[in-house]
């Protein structure tokens, strides 16, 4: 694994898909920097759904 969880901050439940969000605290091994982490559930979600979780993970990822 690549971060250690922290702290969970939060849970929210996806409208459509009934499918839980969460979010943590995190903190990455390779440097013990702090991030905030976001675990979405794939399975139920329709194809456009999961593509434009995806779109977002890479846009988030870019950010720095």
Request: aromatic share 4%.
């Amino acid at each position: 694994e690549r971060f250690e969880i922290m702290e969970l901050l939060g849970k929210s439940i996806l409208h459509k898909a009934k499918e839980p969000i969460a979010g943590f605290q995190g903190k990455r091994i390779a440097d013990n920097k702090i991030y905030a982490l976001k675990q979405v559930s794939l399975e139920q979600l329709k194809e456009r759904e999961k593509e434009n979780a995806m779109k977002e993970a890479t846009m988030l990822a870019s950010l720095k």
